[in-house]
């Protein structure tokens, strides 16, 4: 038998929780003094104090453990339980970093509001593309960056596989209730081949346009001044946005990175 502090050591857990386990008698000690009141603990007891504490991190009450030990729960299904609430908190984990990512993409569009009013914008008209190009929907905005990175290496190494060199990236953008339709690829004069399809762009009659420079993550604040330049303007978006990666290298350093917006539009 083991004091109630050397045990609660072993334990890896407080004095006072083991005082709070055998109140509720989740743990009572092996042995109490009769005149003195200490608790006494016999190692034996630690695999019970393991399982408590495995199952209160699982996120169970204390009812609820105490009903499951007392179900004599053998080490395979507890760790069965362990191993889905691990996978429960790396999946929380992952929403709160998505969660995170997006609080620190709106900060940056915040931070550059006021630098949109320096950007020119240019009604012209756009000649038809033709592209080598794979197709995508997302349900929401955030997700297209993890979508539109693989797409274009995977249009790449089919065009590579062909002999062609892939040319000027160019993606479209469609979005409605459902989510955003991407159809992206690059600029191909070539024959379809395994790994992607042959789309062309219509030209279009006109289309405000403006340059986005620097990296992927602000781009959402370029687009959104672009939309209150063509409101001021009394035109009305018409068909989906293209975006033309006009310097897309290097990988590692968007800085700079040099991206047409091209908006077709209609009065």
């Known amino acids: 038998m083991v004091s109630i502090g050397e045990f609660a050591r072993l334990g890896q857990v407080t004095v006072r ?37 495995a199952l209160k991190d699982l996120g ?13 729960l053998t080490p395979e299904e507890l760790r069965g ?27 940056r569009l915040i931070e550059r509001e006021d630098q949109m009013s320096q950007v020119e914008y240019v009604v012209k008209s756009l000649p038809g593309r033709r592209i080598a190009a794979r197709e ?3 349900t929401s905005q955030p997700e ?13 190494s089919a065009v590579g596989a062909t002999g062609g060199c892939p040319q000027t990236g160019v993606a479209t953008y469609a979005a409605d209730e459902e989510g955003v339709r991407i159809v992206l690829g690059y600029d191909y004069s070539g024959e379809p081949a ?37 409101e001021a303007q ?15 290298s290097p990988d590692d350093d968007q800085s700079g990175w040099v991206t047409e917006l091209q908006q077709p539009v209609a009065r």
């Open 17 to 53: 929780m083991l005082r709070h386990y055998d109140r509720i008698g989740l743990l009572v000690p092996g042995r109490v003094d009769p005149s003195s009141g200490y608790r006494s603990y016999a190692a034996a007891q630690l695999a019970r104090l393991h399982r408590v504490v």
């Open 60 to 72: 169970f009450s204390l009812d609820q453990v105490r009903r499951i030990l007392d179900d004599e």
């Open 81 to 107: 339980m362990v191993r889905l609430r691990r996978a429960e908190l790396i999946d929380e984990h992952a929403r709160a970093e998505q969660q995170l990512a997006g609080v620190e993409q709106r900060l």
């Open 136 to 138: 995508a929907t997302v």
């Open 144 to 156: 297209i960056a993890a979508v539109v990175e693989p797409l274009f290496g995977a249009v790449a």
């Open 194 to 230: 395994p790994g992607f399809d042959v789309h062309t762009l219509p030209a279009v009659e006109q289309a405000v346009c403006a340059v986005h420079l620097g990296a992927m993550d602000t781009i959402g604040a370029s687009w959104q001044a672009l939309f209150a330049w063509v």
């Open 234 to 248: 009394g035109w009305t978006p018409a068909g989906p946005c293209r975006e033309i990666y006009l310097v897309a």
